[in-house]
């Protein structure tokens, strides 16, 4: 980690997501996924963390539908921010898209995909083949 700058431990994580990979930090002394990216493991305090790419697929741990947006956001309500228990054993919090927002539902599955947003790639989240019936 630099000291000069704390959030030069994203800057793998953001390079993965320029090349459209969700990646997360493992620890190497106890094995456990860390998420957000981070220079210590919050788990077991090593510092020994590996970068892994996740296959994108998981579960909506909850959710909340926003129909007042903020400023900027204006155009896309109504939309669904998500809690995202992702299969490597992280969660993480992103968008659910491409589906209305009556159709969202705890323990839906997911998958990741990347939607551009002025000049980033951001992760975001679609319904999975595994989830429909
Ligand atoms: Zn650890």
């Not at 094995?31 to 909506?60: I, K, N, Q």
């Not at 539902?105 to 989240?125: I, K, T």
Request: charged letters at 25%; aromatic letters at 10%.
């Amino acid at each position: 980690m630099n000291k000069d700058n704390p959030e030069v431990d994203n800057a793998p994580w953001w390079d993965a997501i320029s090349r459209r990979e969700l990646t997360f930090q493992s620890c190497i002394d106890c094995g456990r996924p860390v998420f957000f990216p981070r220079s210590r493991c919050p788990h077991c305090f090593s510092d020994r963390l590996e970068w892994r790419r996740s296959a994108g697929e998981g579960t909506v741990y909850a959710f909340t539908i926003v129909r007042r947006a903020p400023r900027g956001f204006q155009d896309r309500v109504p939309y669904c921010v998500a809690l995202v228990d992702v299969n490597e054993g992280f969660r993480m919090m992103s968008n659910v898209i491409d589906c209305k927002p009556e159709d969202i539902h705890v323990g839906m599955s997911v998958a990741v995909d990347f939607e551009q947003r002025c000049e980033m790639l951001l992760p975001v989240f679609k319904p999975s083949s595994a989830g429909r019936n």
